[in-house]
């Protein structure tokens, strides 16, 4: 028989369960897949509403006159922001986790569907925007550390794997919405309306079905399955306030911290390609916005489904450390093939999908196996402090995401030009392509006249000379408004733009070469964390702890009169 139904949580009436969610019990196979499947479901769609507004980058940054350091600098505050609010997180050792992800949600679907489509400027943008990365940094915490609760040790790589499933199953949800409908639906406000409404549908089924373990049961090590009759045993002589006494103090070791830095470091890539990636691949390879979304879509699944698939051979092999060091390797392999095919103009969308498959592929090796690896050697200080491990390394991701996207500026500066005047400057010059080169090699005489009329009344004689000079058609394209507007436009930033264009891929270049450095930080990492190299050592610590516990619940039995 299921224990989900037992419990307080279910002996309170219909609206005191809206905020009162802890079970007694651990629940049953069933029910426990449920709470898991919620919680990565609350995951997608946390991280589509986080998400959606990098697919249509380029058109928010001209509707709203947003430079590129402007919008990079609000995402540096948004996740400054998220950083602070995910070491506040930590207190879900104490308060829970539950009603912090059902009613962020909650809040995420209403700046979604109604703040965004509705900022009429930058300002108000930055605001939602702000808003968005501090709750964001609250469930970023809450999240994993439910799928924790609800996942023994045993299948923590399977369950984490999904669970990371969210920011990448958002990612690909974004990219596959946006490259089907923006044809349709060109407003960028239209992604967020799209977006706002999931998010609305799935923080009323997280209200109503989102339940979380009672301390003394989640405040326990659980290895596998079997451990359940022990933990329920155990949990009547927990004590938990003496559990999370200085938790902090606990946390903040070397292996915690510097693994933590270490992944995010790596990460510096995924975050690269969330915010940008549409950015570059319209700026830099010229495809259209749906043509970008549309690569990243093979980057999204490759990793979904990398990161199913090694989380379920790491638990059935029971080791973790030998994946990371291969996704990690694989990585850097393929941000090697990214950094040398940036400056080729010529490469083309399925070379460039090949790429990101690989990316993606090694990636999802990396952190399903890492989460997993990373929430047990938090376990081995204290399984009661979680909450607390996984908000240092949340702080420290936004810590590291924030910096790197206020560097980024300085280092891709010719973004701004290529956004705010690239496809006006192409358009013109596609125009006036027949007479260009003409009006380029008379440059100077040419200016020379707007200079000396410019009103444009030039006198008959001057007008002569100028048909003679530069030919008759010539002479007529500088003179209707459509070609004045192009010229003009060509004149006063076309230069600006060829040179963007001309230095923008080298820049791109060199923030790739960032984002591969930190993957090379991450290896030494990998030695840091607890757990066997080997199938075999891994088998036999479990068939140790197995007998550990069958004696102490012998101890713990009643024995027969």
């Not at 697919?55 to 540096?76: E, K, R, S």
């Not at 319209?282 to 979304?293: L, R």
Request: aromatic letters at 10%; hydrophobic letters at 50%.
């Amino acid at each position: 028989m299921s224990h989900l139904a037992i419990g307080p949580a279910n002996r309170v009436s219909p609206v005191s369960r809206l905020f009162r969610r802890e079970l007694d019990h651990y629940p049953d196979q069933g029910p426990r897949y449920l709470q898991l499947a919620l919680v990565v479901l609350a995951t997608v769609i946390l991280y589509y509403e986080n998400y959606i507004g990098g697919a249509v980058a380029t058109q928010i940054l001209g509707d709203l006159n947003m430079t590129f350091g402007y919008y990079v600098g609000i995402l540096v505050i948004s996740n400054a922001l998220g950083a602070m609010a995910s070491l506040a997180a930590g207190l879900a050792d104490r308060v829970g986790r539950a009603n912090l992800v059902a009613y962020g949600l909650g809040l995420t679907g209403i700046i979604t569907l109604f703040g965004f489509p509705h900022a009429g400027s930058k300002t108000v943008f930055a605001i939602f925007l702000a808003l968005l990365g501090i709750v964001e940094g609250i469930i970023l915490v809450a999240t994993p550390a439910l799928v924790r609760d609800f996942s023994p040790q045993l299948g923590r790589a399977s369950a984490m794997g999904f669970w990371t499933l969210g920011p990448v199953v958002g990612s690909l949800v974004v990219s596959m919405v946006s490259s089907n409908t923006l044809k349709h639906l060109p407003r960028w406000q239209d992604q967020f309306v799209i977006c706002g409404v999931v998010g609305i549908i799935v923080f009323l089924l997280a209200l109503v079905g989102l339940r979380e373990l009672a301390p003394k049961i989640r405040d326990q090590l659980m290895v596998s399955v079997q451990d359940k009759a022990l933990i329920e045993a155990r949990a009547k002589g927990i004590d938990v306030e003496a559990a999370l006494e200085k938790p902090w103090g606990r946390v903040i070791t070397v292996p915690i911290v510097l693994s933590a830095l270490a992944i995010s470091l790596f990460l510096l890539g995924y975050y690269t390609a969330v915010a940008f990636f549409p950015i570059f691949f319209q700026t830099v390879q010229g495809f259209t916005a749906d043509q970008a979304n549309g690569l990243l879509n093979y980057y999204w699944a490759s990793n979904a489904i990398s990161l199913i698939v090694v989380g379920a051979l790491s638990d059935r092999l029971r080791v973790r450390k030998p994946f990371m060091l291969l996704g990690a390797l694989g990585g850097v392999v393929f941000s090697l093939a990214l950094y040398s095919q940036t400056p080729q103009t010529n490469v083309s969308y399925r070379a460039w999908s090949i790429i990101l498959t690989g990316v993606g592929v090694y990636g999802g090796l990396v952190f399903a196996t890492w989460m997993a690896s990373f929430t047990e050697t938090v376990e081995e200080k204290s399984p009661a402090l979680i909450a607390h491990g996984l908000a240092v390394w949340g702080g420290l991701l936004r810590v590291v995401v924030a910096v790197s996207f206020l560097l980024l500026p300085h280092v891709i500066s010719s973004v701004t030009p290529l956004v705010e005047n690239g496809p006006a400057v192409q358009a013109a010059a596609a125009r006036q392509a027949a007479f260009l080169p003409t009006v380029q090699a008379h440059q100077g005489y040419l200016n020379s006249i707007t200079e000396r009329y410019p009103d444009g009344n030039v006198p008959p004689d001057v007008a002569t000379v100028i048909v003679e000079t530069v030919g008759a058609d010539v002479a007529q394209a500088l003179t209707t408004p459509q070609g004045k507007a192009d010229f003009a436009l060509l004149g006063s930033v076309g230069a600006e733009v060829q040179q963007a264009q001309e230095e923008s891929p080298r820049q791109w270049q060199h923030w790739f070469l960032v984002c591969l450095i930190g993957q090379l930080l991450f290896i030494p990492a990998v030695f840091l964390l607890r757990g066997p190299w080997s199938a075999r050592k891994a088998r036999e610590q479990a068939q140790e702890h197995e007998r550990l516990m069958q004696r102490e619940m012998a101890t713990l039995s009643p024995q027969p009169v």
